[in-house]
Structure formats: C-alpha cells, structure tokens
C-alpha cells in the first residue's frame, strides 16, 4: 500500500512512519514537505512541495496515486493565528482546498486522514466535560475557525464529490522530540536543566489548567487505525486520552521520576487568561468503531521525554 | 449616522437603502459595490470596490468610518460553489477577512451586520423542524461551509478583537425584481407569460419541496432592527418567516391571484435531488431580542411579484 504523508518533518510525521513500516512491512511511504528532511529508507520517498502550490502538488498526486493520505501538514500555532489571522486562516484552508481538488482529479480512490484539533470545541462549559464529538464546535482563534471549514469541507466533498474521508479531533499530543514550546516539553526540559545543575529554580505559569494529554505513540496508532477501518464519510473522532492532567499533577510527575524537589517560582508573564479551565475529551466513538484505547500511560511518557532532554542538556 | 452597505447593488441592497431612509431621513448611506449602479440621491455615495482589493477596502473604510455596516455582497450562488468550490469559498471567505481585518484598522467601534445563509443548517432531519440557532451547523456546499466559517470568525473577531457584530441565518427571500433564477420570481414570472399568452404550459420540477420563504421587505426590516438592538457579540439570528410553504402551495396561490389554470408539465431535468425535502425556520430569537415578526403575507408578497412581472412581460 501507498501512503503519502503531507508535512511528514513534524513531530507526529517521524512517530507515524515508524508505526506504518512496523505494521506493514511492504508500506511504500511518500513524504510531502515544504523543507528537505533528507531521512533515507528504501521505503520512503520524499518531495519538497508547498502545498499552496496546487501545481506541484497536483503533479505528485498524479505520479503517486496514493492509497491512504495523511494530512499532517498545517500552520498549527494558535499564537501565530492571532498575529496574522488573514495568512493563517487561508493558508489551512487553501491547502486543504488544494488537497482536496488534487485527490478529486488524480486519486479519487484513496483514502484520506483529515486531522483536526481539540481547539475547534472552543468555549466549552464544565457540564460539556469530557467533550464529544457531537458538542456544537465555537472556535475562538482563526486557526480553529479554519479547522471546523476543514471538517465541514471534508463533509461536502465526501458527499458531494464521492471521496473517503475521515476526520479527527485530536487533543494535546506528548512525545520526545517535540518542541519546547509545549508545556510539557518545556517543564521536562526545565527538569533536565535543573538536574543539570543549569538552572536554580523553574518558572511556571498558571498551573491549575487541566487538559487531556496524549502519548504520540498512541496518536499514530489511532491514525492508522482510522485510516484501516470504516469510518469514513468525513466523519469525526476525538483523539484522546479521556484524562484530565493539571500542571501541578505533571510537575508531581516530574518531581517523582527525577527524584528532585527544585523550587519553583510563577511568572506573571506566563499567566495568560485561559478560556476554559478544564478540556477533556471523551474516545468513546473511535473505541467503539475499531477498539483503540490509549495503551502509555501519563508516567511512562513522562518518564521518556523528561530521559529524552537529560540526553541532550 | 453612517451606513456603509457591500453589495449595495443587488436584490436585498435597494430595498435596505430605501427602509434605512424611510427611518433615518439624514441617514447617509455608503455604496460599495463591484459595479457602478448609478443611484442618485443627496444621501447616497458610491464606492466601486472589489472587496478582495484590500487596500482599497481600506481606503474606503478609513475616508468614511461609517457607524454600520451591512455587509450584503457574496459569491451566492450554491450551484457556482459547486462548480468552482476553491474560488468561491475563497472568495466569500477572503472578502469577510479583509472587511474585518479592515474595521479592526479603521473603524472599530462601528457595528457590522454579517449576513449568513439557512444553507448553513445543511442536512437537517424532519425532527429538527422549525431550525432553531442551537442546532449544529451541518453545510452541505462549500458556499454553506465558508458561510459557517463567516460565522465562526464573527465569534473569533468579537470576543478576540473586541468588535460588535451580528449575525444572520437568512432563509428564501422573494420580492419584486428578484431574478427569476430563483422559484417563486419564475413561477411569477411564468404566470405571467401565460396570462400574456407568451407560453401554452408551465414546466415545473418537483413541488413537494417545503421551504420558508420571507418578503424582502421584512428581511430588511429585520436586519435594521438587529443593527440598533443589544443583539452584538457574534450572536446569531434566524430570520424567516417560520412557516413552510410548498412549492405546490405556490402555484396554487399563483391560479388564485392571476384567476387562471394553466397546464403545467414536470421536467424530469429540473427533479434535481434534494437533500432536504422541508427548511423552515424559528424566528424566536429574533422576536425576543427586539420583537421582530413577519408583516406580509405570503398572499400579498406573491401578488405584488405576479403584477411586477405583468408589467414586464
């Protein structure tokens, strides 16, 4: 089977393409990004496209024809959407749009993973906790508002136009390798430096927000899985944990597996006023409709990424 | 106070021109449109725009600065998003974020009317009827998609950027000098020939389809109303006249009103399939915010169109 990932150089590409090739020893995988990231497999090919080119992107649509498409790439900060939110909305939308009329002209056969976010729940009330996917989506940043066109677009182009597609709503992610601009990255990173004897003390912000944190490698399965069972017709699943974690049980964590107690100081900077204090989501939908489950748990995540910086600091 | 009207030139623009007059008389209305329309009157100016020219959007904004915009213009065709999906929910879409980007600039304090579409409700069951504003949007078109991401926006833009706007669910409008693209001007206007002797027959397609149709004139009534109520912070508003009409019942209002019987025959090309066999609506809301209600009938609606194409034909 072909499998072309778009932005296969985030963090999620690198965890994905190890679980399919594990899965399926034969997979013939194709990476579409916007920079070169040069890995080498005799299973992997690799293409340097913008995908706002619709040009390129159409030609390698057309040489590929594809079985299964994962739609990872994206203009995925929130912060950079209230910066520019003209450029961000259109960018998610139009290489959406781009991908969509590609697989309409070259590939109408293959099926495609449109992949979504928790942010699109937006305003949510605590009554509303866990979230499901049958909660009326609020946006409240332009990227999200550019999510929900992404699932409603998916919706009119598997009715209209005959293609499979399936959609999720995926809550926050955790894993080595990610930016340390995610929280957890960054208080693990912060505990790595503090261990190192790098730093005396580590900086927080509000730590009383609870969100629902999912290990990568239990995001990529759920990926795949999706992609292999029936739910298409631009349907929607959460991908989550079903958990909900506050900073100050993650610090714990953190505290607990280095074996350290640093002190700790607020930084008003860092404070930012939270929409909701509490997103959580519920997976009963894709348990239902292929078994998947989380199967690492929070510690065990925890654990790798917090070893993953001591590695490196 | 400063009306600045998009699409001033189309079937709903002269009909809010007139109204805000009517109630305001040192009312000043700015035109903007994508034609020059050549209105003359003391208290109307036009502007020649293209609205996805952002830099002379904002020329326009920042010369007026008007105390409210009613933003009418849209790519509105469905069948035209069907046919060309990127161009028009890029269209719709773009010109909605240059306008906002533009208020933000130029004219924040002023209130902005968002004009959205019954389309947005997309597959609805017979349960859901009469459509309430809680319900989940479920687009079926890319045209419904960009008008729920219209929405969405609205929600981002009001609370984000602080800026006071309302939205609009509007269903079929019909009124003399709509164009005879759409059902009941058609039909009117088929009448018409008949009565004239200009045609044997009316060819129709399937009349069992139930929709909710409301006067222009109450339409205009309506969106003036929400632009000097409390009604701002993105809510949105239903407006319909909450009553489900048959496109049968039409053509019998049609023999009444004309006092003829016509033979009519069925194109098997105009049995387009429909995804909804009954829309209508609930103006609840509305009626609450500022007691807004219909005020003609249908009856009196369809006499008034019938002896419009009378004179034309």
Redesign the interface.
């Known amino acids: 089977m072909k499998y072309l990932i778009t932005g296969h150089g985030g963090f999620v590409g690198s965890y994905l393409i190890d679980y399919i090739i594990q899965q399926e020893s034969d997979a013939e995988i194709i990476g579409l990004d916007i920079a070169a990231r040069k890995m080498k497999a005799d299973y992997f090919t690799e293409y340097i496209v913008d995908l706002l080119d619709a040009d390129k992107l159409n030609s390698v649509l057309k040489k590929v024809k594809p079985d299964y498409i994962m739609h990872l790439a994206s203009f995925s900060s929130v912060a950079y959407s209230?910066e520019y939110?003209?450029e961000s909305?259109?960018n998610n939308?139009?290489i959406f749009?781009?991908l969509?009329?590609g697989i309409c002209r070259y590939c109408p056969e293959c099926k495609l993973l449109s992949i979504g976010s928790s942010e699109e729940y937006?305003a949510v009330s605590e009554d509303d906790i866990p979230l499901k996917e049958?909660?009326?989506?609020?946006?409240?940043?332009?990227y999200?508002?550019?999510r929900?066109?992404q699932e409603?677009?998916s919706?009119?182009?598997s009715?209209?136009f005959g293609l499979n597609i399936v959609c999720t709503r995926s809550f926050n992610h955790i894993g080595c390798g990610q930016l340390d601009k995610f929280v957890i990255s960054s208080l693990a990173k912060r505990f790595a430096m503090f261990n190192a004897g790098q730093c005396s003390e580590i900086v927080t912000g509000d730590t009383s927000v609870i969100r629902d944190f999912l290990d990568v490698r239990d995001v990529v399965r759920a990926y795949f899985l999706l992609l292999k069972s029936d739910g298409g017709n631009s349907e929607i699943y959460n991908i989550c944990s079903g958990f909900g974690t506050s900073i100050q049980n993650i610090i714990d964590l953190l505290c607990k597996i280095t074996n350290t107690m640093p002190s700790f100081r607020v930084d008003s900077k860092l404070l930012r006023p939270v929409e909701n204090r509490i997103v959580t989501g519920s997976y009963e939908k894709i348990n239902k409709l292929c078994g998947w489950k989380p199967e690492i748990t929070l510690e065990d995540s925890i654990t790798s990424i917090v070893e993953w910086w001591q590695k490196r600091i």
Do not use: C, E, H, K
């Open positions: 209230w939110p003209l909305f259109q939308t139009n749009l781009n969509l009329d937006g049958t909660m009326i989506p609020r946006p409240l940043s332009p999200a508002v550019a929900v066109a409603n677009m919706r009119v182009y009715r209209g």
